[in-house]
């Protein structure tokens, strides 16, 4: 997380840079303002859940009498995941239903990992971690999403 000091000095500095070419205050900051606008719109893309860093890709799944735990082997199953989130819907409200220990999906890859845990109503909507953030996966991918989750056990109705 970057702390407020160093973004502080890069937006004077932007608005001086901006206000020796321009020579006038307001427009420098509005200038300025724009330009941070695009940057954020750009960089962050908000709503959009990325997972591109996963190389690997497990699922558990411990509800009903079922136990499963494995590794998704199939690199080709996870390069569609990973499409699939890339184009779901992320920080949507749901309620938190499931208990991300006992379903998820774990993309691991780069340092980085997460749990995805699918909601056992619906499967398309997942728990991120254990916080209060969800990801919808959108109506066009839904049915290859659960087809996924059925070919390693998880048994969510397409």
């Given at each position: ?18 206000y020796k070419f321009t020579k006038n205050i307001i ?72 208990d991300p220990e006992l379903i998820y999906i774990k ?52």
């Open positions: 997380m970057i702390g407020i000091f160093p973004l502080a000095v890069v937006a004077v500095i932007t608005i001086l840079i901006c427009a420098s900051v509005l200038l300025f303002a724009v330009a941070l606008m695009a940057c954020c719109f750009i960089i962050i893309r908000p709503g959009v859940f990325n997972v591109n860093y996963a190389t690997q890709a497990y699922v558990k799944y411990h509800m009903e009498g079922v136990k499963i735990d494995c590794e998704i082997t199939d690199k080709s199953d996870i390069e569609e995941l990973k499409r699939i989130l890339k184009n779901s819907f992320s920080n949507i409200e749901a309620p938190s239903s499931t993309f691991v890859g780069n340092g980085k990992s997460v749990k995805l845990a699918p909601h056992r109503g619906y499967g398309t909507i997942l728990r991120i971690d254990a916080s209060d953030r969800h990801v919808y996966v959108s109506k066009k991918d839904k049915g290859s999403f659960l087809e996924i989750l059925n070919k390693y056990g998880m048994p969510f109705d397409r």
